[in-house]
């Protein structure tokens, strides 16, 4: 028999939830079935899948030994020295200033050393953060972008904010502004890009139409401000209207406008032959609205700008 005690970040979460993330090595079928069975409890009483967790609920559980085991390590992150810009950071939510060439999480090819890793080591090493002391949650990004865009990513320190921050971006409650160098002069000042778009997996790459081909096309919208054009290069301000996978590579490749440095939706032999290896975008700003009073009101009106991107120093 095993018991565990519920934890500010575990509450509020189902109790299959936190039973899939806190031991790996359990099948959900036997998960239902000892829940089912009582074999697993909450302050002694029988409990459902759905049983909302409270902080200090203790968690008995009357399952075999071997469910207990180690699961896959996590902790790489332990063995890092965090590089790390920080633009802002408080007892909930850090935002950190990505470089291009470092990939938001692990994948296929790359399993550590990802932003995720090196905040985790930040806060490892200040004390704010011990995977031994936590039972489901580790601090956890909001936002992603390409593993070759730089700029600015939001990550929480608790449970709370995580589902905060995750509910603003949804509402569209954290404006996000986007700087690129593209090739080619605009005829028009500002502008709209709409479409529908469809990532292939597969390829990692997304094909885009004028109308709604099927179900699997999701709506894309991009608006855009020229601010400075030297001669070669304009370079445009965004904003996201939806957020879909390339979006902004994309449609301002098939307007006639590719990302200096773009070699997936454009040919970048030139560019490449000129030193740019990646597409010239930053997740430049973020504004937050939250009217709401709670966790993250003291943010409502904040803005936070990154480092100067590398490419600014193509224009005036």
Do not use: W
């Amino acid at each position: 028999m095993k018991t565990l005690t519920v934890n500010k970040n575990d509450s509020g979460q189902r109790l299959d939830k936190f039973l899939t993330k806190k031991f790996k090595n359990l099948p959900l079928s036997l998960m239902n079935k000892y829940i089912r069975k009582k074999d697993i409890k909450i302050n002694g009483k029988r409990a459902e899948n759905s049983t909302l967790l409270c902080e200090g609920d203790v968690i008995s559980l009357y399952i075999p030994e071997e469910f207990f085991g180690a699961t896959p390590k996590t902790d790489s992150f332990l063995n890092l020295t965090p590089k790390l810009k920080v633009v802002y950071e408080d007892e909930n939510i850090l935002i950190a200033d990505k470089p291009a060439g470092l990939i938001c999480h692990s994948d296929e090819k790359e399993t550590h050393n990802t932003l995720i890793d090196n905040i985790k080591a930040y806060l490892y090493k200040k004390g704010e953060y011990d995977p031994d002391k936590e039972n489901s949650f580790a601090p956890s990004l909001c936002n992603r972008i390409d593993r070759n865009t730089c700029g600015l990513v939001i990550a929480a320190k608790n449970a709370e904010a995580l589902r905060i921050v995750n509910l603003l971006i949804k509402e569209k409650k954290i404006k996000k502004t986007y700087l690129a160098a593209v090739h080619g002069k605009f005829f028009e000042k500002s502008g709209v890009y709409h479409s529908y778009m469809k990532k292939d997996s597969a390829l990692n790459k997304v094909s885009s139409k004028a109308n709604k081909a099927d179900a699997s096309f999701k709506e894309a919208i991009t608006e855009y401000k020229v601010i400075d054009y030297n001669g070669e290069l304009s370079l445009v301000e965004i904003n996201l209207i939806t957020g879909r996978t390339h979006q902004i590579r994309v449609h301002f490749s098939e307007n006639g406008h590719p990302l200096l440095g773009d070699g997936k939706y454009s040919v970048n032999k030139s560019d490449r032959e000129k030193g740019y290896k990646f597409q010239a975008l930053c997740a430049h700003k973020l504004k937050f609205s939250v009217e709401e009073k709670g966790l993250l009101s003291y943010l409502n009106g904040k803005t936070f700008v990154s480092e100067k991107p590398e490419f600014l120093k193509l224009f005036k």
